[in-house]
């Protein structure tokens, strides 16, 4: 089966019906499980302690905050290319969780780098490319929310996620340049290269599956959310005209 | 609860924040399903019977 | 395309068409910062590069409102759409009229404001060099953001939200490009980074803006 049969709205809300429940249950247990062993049954790390734990929801979290714009990217491409409407609302409902994680990431980063630089907020070239990518994020959210047609509102929100991409890009590369450029010497990014042991690995990996299930669960509910609205609005639309 | 030692601030805090929003994401998108059904099976009644 | 870019000069130029308002603005910021940070010479001279081209930023960002609801407002703008001339040429011609009405006097009146703040010796070439490059990017990808915005009550808040993230690589190399020149060390290469986003942002912008401008005009 085609993964375009999906893009009608009725069909996909017939399919997605059964789906999201069991994704949220899902996500639950696999966090449940990765945090719990994680937090629990895992050492401390040598230099840093128990911060190390805090990779559980930092590393996670910073993938599912890159992913899901890369996400809404191609939902916003696949809207401008074949207009199906589920994948626009779909861009849509995603947005705010990406958001989420985004703020999650820069969270948790400062948090976990606190130890480490002294303060809570330092202008580390990974902070500040989230920093900015939540500023995306926003701007976003609020052109969505400040455009009346449904359709228009799709079209320019995808055209800014374009834009937006290229230029998130660029900032990533410019914040690396920019803090270097400021005679810092070492880079005081949190080395998430280095080697990551087994006995951290397993309840990591529970937990990027369980961030990303969890993903999925929201977004499937919220894109059912976003065309109930549609609908709404395209029947109070010939109320009016009726 | 394992012996967080000196970081139990720093790490009770990164725990704490993330869940608070994971939780807060997942409730406000519960909420808004409800309303939307909640408003589709009202818009729907009208349509039927207006 | 001139006889637009000229009425759109002429107009900006007329009272209340915003053209000394950026410079104000610019010279403002310049006098506010000392106020704020402190007048200590030694306060003043590493941050000087950075509140230059901040200003700079902030004054183009004010300007940028108006190019195209204004004339939205008073349905010219729908004229300008069904005319042979094409919309990516129409968003040029914006971005170059606000470029030459904002971004080209705050270069030049920079090295004067620049003085208020300080701002060492070697730094003056490089000052005007990364505006003179920077600006033209400022501009255009402005007037994409006003393309996306312009329709919208309130738009102009929501414009500079959407805009000030994308201003940012520009305003790192700029800034970047006259530190470097002050201390001395190599500022060709963020100052040739800002020539290809100003390059890239010329040649890829107009079609975004215009693929804008005419869901907004549906």
Redesign the interface.
Known sequence: MSLWEYANPRRFMAITDRVVAPAFGLAFLALAVGLIWGFFFTPDDFRQGATVKIIYLHVPSAMMAINIWVMMLVTSLVWLIRRHHVSALAAKAAAPVGATMTLIALLTGAIWGQPLWGTYWVWDPRLTSFLILFLFYLGYIALWASIEDPDAAADLTSVLCLVGSVFALLSRYAANFWARGFHQGATLSLDRDENISDVFWVPLLFCIAGFILLFIALVLMRTRTEIRRRRVHAITIRERAT | MPDLGKYAVEVGLAYGVSLALLVGIVWISFVQSRSANHDLDAAEERWKNG | MKSLLVRDLRLAVRAGGGFGLALAFFLIVTVLVPFGVGPTTSTLVPIAPGILWVGALLACLLSLERILATDWEDGSLELLATSPLPLEALVVVKALAHWLTTGLPLTIAAPVFAVLLNLPGPGYPWLVASLAVGTPALSMIGT?GAA??FG?KR?GL?LS??V???Y??TL??GA?TV??GVEGLEPGT?LL?LAG?TAGSIA??PF?GA??LR??L?
Request: hydrophobic fraction near 65%; avoid cysteine.
């Open positions: 994409f996306l915005t919208l738009g929501l939200l959407l000030l993230p994308l940012i690589p790192i190399f970047d530190r470097r963020p980074l986003i890829v912008l975004a693929a804008a869901v907004n549906r």
